[in-house]
């Protein structure tokens, strides 16, 4: 889950870190059902909650529980390198609003608006 959407409530780790601490011991299918999700986007979620440490994991393979710790999930996009390089570099040249027009066929052609 590279790209986590983020809605009114926070990210769907977040979602999905709530929702087990208000039911501890869930099965994954148990999470996509309560939140409407694909059962395998539940478990990858699960599974990356569960690295990150902000979920631990009973059971073996088809009885596996989750219960969350008090790790709340962090948000890490945005924390790249090349992100954070790339912010920096534009850093004195705030955002006004409009992007630079570019065609699309020469798009290989131009970098930062100037001819390559």
């Known amino acids: ?26 099965a994954p299918r148990e999470v996509a059902v309560a939140l409407t999700l694909h059962p395998k986007l539940a478990s990858l979620a699960l599974c990356t909650l569960r690295r990150r440490g902000s979920a631990k994991c009973t059971g073996r393979t088809n009885a596996v529980r989750y219960t969350a710790t008090n790790l709340r999930p962090s948000d890490l996009r945005g924390t ?37």
Do not use: C
Not at 80 to 95: E, G, V
Not at 97 to 112: A, E, M
């Open 1 to 26: 889950m590279s790209g986590h959407p983020r809605g009114r409530y926070g990210t769907q780790l977040e979602r999905i870190w709530r929702w087990l601490r208000k039911h501890p011991a869930a």
């Open 80 to 116: 790249a390198p090349s992100t954070l390089r790339n912010m920096k570099q534009h850093q004195a040249a705030p955002f006004t609003g409009t992007s630079p027009k570019v065609r699309r066929d020469r798009l290989g052609q131009y970098r930062n608006g100037e001819k390559t």
